[in-house]
């Protein structure tokens, strides 16, 4: 499975557009990116995924380059409750397995 | 409503005294997870069920085991807990369907404590 890359930590003021990038060079052409975040002392919460096109819905939009190699989860308009771990995954279309890599801890300022 | 339960959310076992987790789901998906989640870490994928067949990761250690009795019930069975067992515990669903590449449904976890 390609492996992704994420910074460790970002910060976003509340109410602006949080970008979130994903280095995910190694991906092969039937792997898709999800993204997931996870709230302290919570479960994983499913944000979005997508195989190479561009992918929005009510949480985030997923912008994926057209090489594939990176990708890029768009909070429009963060909020407080939006300050989370946030792991972007790549994993194989007819696979079951999903890897977490190390996440983006985010914090939303006031 | 949850769809994926974990209970308890606190379970607490001595040094080498087995312990079984538990996970219901009420989504009918065919794929269950468990993943371990240390403190400040990733969650690590342990093994999965595809129906019923059992898909264990190369390096989850053998004091590790699972249970799938029917669609909506798995376990985590830890036969020799050590210290460093100690952390969350993370179960998961998913539709399996190939192809389809349908996200997992994780419940809140189960945060094991080793005395």
């Known amino acids: 499975d390609a492996k992704t890359t994420q910074p460790t930590s970002m910060d976003c003021a509340e109410g602006r557009a949080a970008n979130l990038p994903c280095n995910h060079s190694?991906?092969?052409?039937?792997?898709?990116v999800y993204w997931y975040r996870q709230i302290h002392s919570q479960g994983p919460q499913y944000i979005i995924h997508?195989?190479?096109n561009n992918e929005t819905n009510e949480m985030a939009s997923l912008i994926i380059t057209e090489d594939r190699k990176s990708s890029t989860l768009i909070l429009p308009h963060a909020t407080l409750r939006d300050t989370a771990v946030y792991y972007c995954?790549?994993?194989?279309?007819?696979?079951?397995?999903?890897?977490f890599g190390t996440g983006t801890s985010l914090t939303v300022i006031p | 409503d949850a769809m994926v339960i974990q209970n308890p959310r606190y379970q607490v076992t001595q040094f080498g005294k087995p312990v079984t987790l538990s996970c219901s789901q009420t989504?009918?998906?065919?794929?269950m997870y468990w993943y371990q989640q240390k403190s400040s870490q990733a969650p690590k994928l342990l093994f999965h069920?595809?129906?019923?067949?059992?898909?264990n990761e190369a390096d989850t250690p053998d004091n590790f085991q699972s249970r799938r009795p029917n669609t909506s019930f798995c376990f985590l069975d830890i036969r020799s807990p050590g210290l460093g067992d100690a952390a969350m515990y993370l179960c998961?669903?998913?539709?399996?369907?190939?192809?389809?590449?349908?996200?997992?449904?994780f419940g809140d976890g189960t945060r094991l404590s080793i005395l």
């Open positions: 998961a669903t998913s539709r399996g369907d190939r192809g389809l590449n349908q996200p997992q449904h």
């Open positions: 190694t991906i092969s052409g039937n792997e898709y």
């Open positions: 997508g195989l190479k």
């Open positions: 995954i790549v994993r194989v279309r007819t696979g079951n397995q999903f890897y």
């Open positions: 989504l009918n998906h065919n794929v």
């Open positions: 069920y595809y129906d019923k067949d059992f898909n």
